[in-house]
């Protein structure tokens, strides 16, 4: 069993930072995939990122050049660093950890880009 606690989020001009952090409790934390996931109001989860077990990160097209996942194992938190953020930033922001069959989520932290 894995619990997740997003924190991080906020509300944010354009072009600005935010770095979202995920702490994990459990055990076997490095054995994850850890993943970044949004939802905006009316649609569908999407994928932001995934560190791929630690290897070579995936990003979702539109974050590309802007948003960069890692992770510290020795902490057991995974990590959002969002770069030059725009409108179409807004959602909220779930983590996600994945092994096998487990699938876990966090439940959420509000990012809000607006001037």
């Known amino acids: 069993q894995v619990q997740l606690v997003e924190s991080g989020g906020g509300l944010v001009q354009p072009g600005g930072s935010l770095r979202l952090s995920c702490a994990a409790t459990?055990?076997?934390?490095?054995?994850?995939?850890m993943g970044w996931y949004r939802q905006c109001p009316g649609k569908q989860r999407e994928l932001v990122a995934t560190?791929?077990?630690?290897?070579?990160?995936t990003y979702t097209d539109s974050v590309k050049g802007r948003f960069t996942i890692s992770r510290d194992n020795a902490k057991n938190t995974v990590y959002l660093q969002m770069n030059s953020l725009k409108p179409e930033d807004t959602a909220v922001y779930y983590c996600?950890?994945?092994?096998?069959?487990?699938?876990?989520w966090g439940q959420g932290t509000q990012v809000t880009v607006s001037s």
């Open positions: 459990g055990s076997a934390f490095s054995s994850y995939a």
């Open positions: 560190d791929n077990s630690g290897g070579s990160p």
């Open positions: 996600n950890a994945r092994r096998l069959v487990f699938n876990y």
